[in-house]
């Protein structure tokens, strides 16, 4: 018998003990990170309101209690039964009966209403009908990502259970190693921005912490192949860790399937979606761009499957030594720092991931509230001496005084933006601006991802900002419903139509003028002088975006009816730039994030900035708060205890 | 056809186009860094005596030629010949033909005789006979090792060639990666003396240096299992370089063929010899104490039929971007500063190994002056502040004074020494003092392998210092040879016999009191107060040796007749520690190595020391040559490129 299994068996006969005598237990397995409890008697547990709570912090296991298959009740009864329980208003757009586990899968308009206060509607089901609920969002704006990824998994469900099955057994495997040493590799990122990837390893355990992509320098991938990398078998990695879903973290995850890894993502449920939405894109891209993808989108639906989606601040065991507890980043949806507790009290790593330390429209600022953390990984994207941005209130202004000169000019507003984060933010801006009469009221065109993007966030409105998610729970004033905002979905003729017709303000990808339908704006407006290009994030080095900011005027475009050919189009709109929307932390964010931990960390790697961004911050940090502080190259192996 | 072959087809072309038209040439081949050109016209060859150094120059590699076997003259009628032109006082005493080859060994007292002016005598071997001469030196002490290696090698020289044929396609193969990066992985001897291993990666080669033990500390081994070592597998692992035979740095390259490796080692001739003797001794220790030995003896000979022996100077192929140099370390017999120049030119790497700058009796001092050195990795086994040895002067007549006065008590000298090093410096220095009156001419009783070691020693006098050995070759006054030197071949009833017996001095391994035939001496003489124990070598933490230097009187011993049981000797000898006679250089001859170093390094990595030794060296030459200098943790990786 394995060690899992003798673990289980103890687990069960614990659990019997604490049960009263009328609730039987049939079997207990690892799903993921879960403990599941098979019972004869689910309506008599959730008649007991507090005793989930109690075996799980007796246990110290994250736990989720399902009907034995053999006394499940008939759906259809049971349908009833549960709309019976729901309130109406709660908007239920869907029930999906799984005999095999017993769990339904209720989604609603308003999920908290299925769930009730501290979930007594939820517990009120089980005694009903003694199925498990699970309650998803009916999105507000239909978004097919959201729903692709649903179905699919609903589709892959037994193989999920297996691949979760398989991954909580390795989770909870027996410790083997008696030494104690706690390292971080770099594969990328670092004096660079672009192909963020870390390996966290100890004696037990090898986590991969982000896999992603180099705008503006394709070949310029993490370096897996080295043998403390992948190089000893992709399976040598127990666990891969993404703190979000942009690509310079994301891309390459899907590749790691086509290595042969077929162990657990972990990542947010927003992270997952987006990640989905934007790796096919990637390859879409890549495709047409005429370069060999590294990957097919089979590959997107691996890394869906394995996929164990966590919410900020579960604590939860995803090796026999580490514990992984995820925060929000304030970057973009679902964005994560990620804190790892190693061993029983033996160290603890923090990777920043990308972040924003002040509140923005979208979102909460950085959490950088840990109870330990002894080494934290930092991003520096703007941690050079002079990268102060603008206050937001001042950064609104400066977009709000272009749009109304463009506006009276009679011209058009051409905003380059990453579909997932900026775009959102903007639109923010726009809909106050609009609704308060700081701007003329005029459409906005949303062009490429980004009304995907923003359906997205609207499915998950539990990770925007405090206010922003009470507005779309509570007052039903989703502003991105506002009747302002178009989704191009008519392709070349539309954008014809917007360019012929009077002011507009146009969002499109990508975000750093490296393809995407901004090429397409660009030959529509770029020759108008009225117009005016409007940049509102980073412009990595080597891409198109960075070049016409520093003041390139003759841009290369393609004939959108014949790709291969290629002419040179003299740019005469305003350019303009204006910081303070980026989603990244600047000089001072970054500061003092570190100033305000409590404990501050001992020693700080900083990576993910150009060469003398990653310099002058760990000068800077170790400088004014005296602690060990590193500018680390890719490919170099830290050891801290 | 590979590209390998491809290679050598052209570098045949190139040959016969440079050789005069009656000399054909009929195959070329790797074996190892060599290249071999097999000729029909041996004789020929020989008589255009520059022929071979100009194709070496003009291709840029080593060449050796042979005949082709269907050419051969006899053996019997070839011998004949071979004697005639060899003059007797060559002392010849073993000619071995090969007929695969071509090659004749001849072993002679005095090689140099056989080989004549810059090769003369060898070049008329081969234009009267056809064979190719190779010649080694007949050990002017019988020494068992030597032997045994020569036999095993004639036996296995067939399988022998295949693995030098295979090593030669490796080192000689196309260079795959366009990246480039240099990097070196610790494995061990990082803040603490023992168990030296390191890995130098590049993107196209891995190149494992050093892999021995801990003495002292048997279950702390160099982290071979990780991934950037031997993780994706041994053979993952270009080349093996070894610095020197000390078990903490050669004790598990055996292992490593257990593990799978197949590849080369790269050594001296005598670190060869030596690392077959030691780690023989280190399984035979191992079995002694019930400890599993981690390999078996079968391992050894699969290490040595993998030694590749390269001489001090050699600039030598071992990797399509690597080319190793060994310089003399001055430490022990065969030890190497090993010099990696990698890419054309991209960066260049030394190990100093163990190191003594100063020369000593034995040999000359560390070899420091190289083209070029961007990193150093320096041992630091005295770097601490203090760390600072007695003139080597002084610390002779403190040894002198400690015997005489021994002596004049009636009591005997106990010195427990390394085999291999000290044992013959205090054997050199006992030689003298008795030659020249400053101690009473007594029997100096050597014990272990000291003897073994001292025949190995006699047979490399190349690897002496320049006027020791030229007392060897040409004065033939082997100081080696002194009378009072006796072999303890006797076992428990000669040591009795020593013992009851009068005046007398005993060298007696191990240097560290960990075990060995010192244990029996100091169960001999250990509670005779009138005798002395002198230390003269360092004694590492966790030693016994270490804990009598210390102030420990009462000492464990094991019972000789009954191994298991074990009782407690009170310790009642004098006990002495005279500094100086270290094979390690001290404080300033560590400072002072780096300090003439021309052009100095720009970086320093302090390893081999106690955690205070390593930081204070560290600091220090960081302080007065302001360079980059750390003191790395084991399993951390370094990037330089």
Redesign the interface.
């Known amino acids: 018998m394995s060690s899992v299994d003798k673990q289980l068996e103890q687990l069960q006969a614990e659990i019997e003990n604490e049960l009263p005598s009328d609730i039987t237990v049939s079997d207990v397995k690892y799903e993921g990170p879960e403990l599941v409890v098979y019972t004869r008697h689910p309506k008599e547990f959730a008649q007991n309101g507090d005793l989930i709570r109690k075996l799980a912090s007796k246990l110290r296991k994250r736990i989720t209690v399902r009907p034995d298959p053999d006394v499940l009740s008939d759906p259809h009864k049971a349908e009833e039964r549960i709309m019976d329980v729901i309130p109406e208003e709660a908007g239920v757009t869907d029930l999906d009966f799984h005999v095999d586990t017993g769990e339904v899968v209720i989604e609603a308009a308003k999920p908290g209403m299925v769930i009730g206060r501290h979930g007594s509607t939820l517990r009120e089901i089980t005694k009903e009908v003694g199925w498990t609920p699970e309650v998803v969002r009916t999105p507000p704006i239909e978004s097919s990502t959201v729903s692709n990824v649903r179905n699919f998994l609903k589709q892959e469900r037994e193989e999920r259970r297996d691949i979760l099955e398989r991954v909580g057994r390795q989770i909870h495997r027996e410790e083997m190693s008696k030494d104690e040493?706690v390292?971080i590799?770099t594969l990328g990122c670092c004096r660079e921005v672009g192909r963020a990837s870390f390996v966290l390893?100890t004696p037990e355990t090898?986590i991969l912490i982000d896999c992603g992509d180099k705008p503006g320098a394709e070949d310029e991938v993490p370096y897996l192949h080295?043998?403390?990398a992948l190089?000893?078998?992709a399976n040598?990695i127990d666990a891969v860790v993404l703190t979000h879903a942009h690509l310079d973290h994301s891309a390459l995850i899907p590749l790691l399937f086509k290595y042969g890894y077929d162990g657990p993502i972990y990542c947010t449920e927003p992270t997952r979606d987006l990640m989905g939405l934007l790796t096919l894109d990637y390859l879409d891209v890549a495709a047409k761009e005429g370069r060999t993808p590294p990957y097919e989108s089979e590959m997107v639906r691996e890394a869906i499957k394995h996929c164990i989606p966590l919410e900020y601040g579960d604590v939860t065991d995803i090796a026999p030594d580490v514990k992984l507890t995820f925060h929000n980043a304030g970057h973009i949806l679902g964005s994560a720092v990620s804190h790892f507790h190693i061993g029983d009290g033996l160290y603890n790593v923090a990777f920043s991931g990308d972040i924003h330390y002040k509140d923005t429209r979208l979102f909460n600022g950085a959490v950088n509230d840990f109870p330990r953390v002894e080494t934290l990984v930092l991003e520096s994207t703007y941690g050079g001496r002079n990268d102060y941005q603008t206050d937001q209130e001042d950064s609104e202004q400066s977009l709000v005084d272009i749009i109304n000169e463009t506006h009276e000019k009679g011209g058009k507003v051409v905003i380059p933006a990453f579909a997932v984060g900026r775009s959102q933010e903007i639109m923010l801006v726009l809909e106050e601006a609009m609704r308060s009469g700081k701007i003329p009221s005029m459409p906005v065109h949303l062009d490429g991802m980004i009304w995907e993007a923003t359906a997205i966030h609207t499915t998950y409105p539990e990770y925007l900002r405090d206010d922003l998610r009470d507005r779309i729970f509570h007052e039903d004033e989703n502003p991105f419903l506002a009747e302002e905002f178009n989704h191009i979905d008519g392709g070349e003729d539309e954008r014809q139509q917007v360019t012929d017709d009077g002011p507009a303000i146009i969002l499109s990808t990508s975000g750093m003028v490296t393809g995407g339908p901004i090429m397409s704006w660009l030959r529509h407006l770029g020759s108008d002088p009225e117009s005016t290009l409007v940049f509102v994030g980073y412009q990595a080095q080597g891409t198109l975006g960075r070049r016409i900011q520093t003041g390139w005027d003759e841009i290369p475009v393609s004939d959108p009816n014949d790709p291969g050919r290629s002419s040179t189009l003299a740019l005469k709109m305003d350019v303009e730039t204006v910081d303070g929307f980026s989603g990244h932390a600047d000089r001072s964010g970054l500061m003092n994030f570190v100033k305000t931990m409590n404990p501050r960390p001992e020693k700080v790697l900083c990576v993910h900035g150009d060469e003398r961004s990653v310099q002058d911050l760990s000068s800077s940090l170790y400088h004014d708060f005296n602690m060990r502080t590193f500018a680390p190259?890719?490919?170099?192996?830290?050891?801290f205890k």
Chains 1, 2 share one sequence.
Request: net charge positive; charged share 30%; aromatic share 10%.
């Open positions: 040493w390292r590799t390893s090898r080295v043998p403390e190089g000893a078998g040598t190259k890719n490919l170099e192996t830290f050891r």
